[in-house]
């Protein structure tokens, strides 16, 4: 995990955290990411549907069971690579997932920063492995131009973002800590990455499928 994750998540949990708006910065594109998405996972979306309403309060928004995901990176904003790159990219990132095994993941924990609720993602070691092994076939293309984020969150999904700033975290921390004390584990099986197009709408992100890169190495048998 990282620094900056561990003080978000302090702050967060202390008497005085409040809230801070997710939704400042300006509405539109964002870019091309790479994502998980889960639109082939239903115990997903049931979880998410179990649990958001004990966060529905209004200084949340919660994320549309459709628009659940994982955010492994930023490729570039849209303005700055062009249609040849993008596809050398993906195609750069197609030979990398030609090597890497599906896997499974487990959620069994909600956790919040001051401007999200969001399912813990564990184990972390291979979506991480996935994320550096992307932001390598990324930057052989286009290394002037690939996102480098030295200090990403570790793996997540989204389920509420907040909406206002000032707001005590009081209520929403209470709300986690109960959810928690009965939350029943899942679990989810990578065998695909999404290349998008993420923009960010009134209050939620939307995003446009590029394209599918299946993970097509060998698994191991036990």
């Known amino acids: 995990m990282t620094e900056q994750y561990h ?5 967060y949990r202390t008497e005085s955290a409040q809230l801070r708006n997710h ?3 300006p509405l539109g594109p964002l870019g091309y990411y790479w994502f998980l998405t889960f639109e082939n996972s239903p115990e997903l979306a049931g979880l998410a549907n179990e649990y958001q309403p004990s966060i529905d309060f209004p200084y949340y928004d919660l994320t ?3 628009k659940l995901h994982l955010t492994l990176g930023k490729i570039a904003h849209h303005v700055e690579i062009s249609r040849h790159q993008l596809h050398e990219v993906a195609e750069s990132a197609a030979r ?5 095994a599906p896997f499974e993941v487990s959620i069994e924990r909600l956790s919040g920063v001051r401007s999200a609720v969001a399912f813990e993602v564990h184990p972390t070691t291979k979506v991480e492995e996935l994320r550096n092994r992307l932001k390598s076939a990324t930057e052989s293309m286009i290394p002037r131009k690939a996102h480098s984020d030295s200090h990403p969150h570790p793996p997540h999904i989204t389920i509420a973002y907040s909406n206002a700033d000032g707001i005590s975290a009081e209520r929403s921390m209470r709300a986690i800590s109960r959810i928690n004390m009965s939350i029943h584990r899942i679990s989810l099986r990578i065998d695909r990455v999404s290349l998008v197009l993420l923009s960010r709408e009134q209050n939620h992100y939307s995003w446009k499928m590029i394209s599918q890169l299946p993970l ?3 698994e191991r048998t036990q």
Do not use: F, H, L, V
Request: hydrophobic share 20%; glycine share 10%; with cysteine.
């Open 23 to 25: 939704w400042t910065r």
């Open 64 to 66: 549309p069971q459709s």
């Open 7 to 11: 003080d978000e998540k302090a702050k």
């Open 216 to 218: 097509n190495g060998m």
């Open 96 to 100: 990398t997932c030609n090597g890497i």
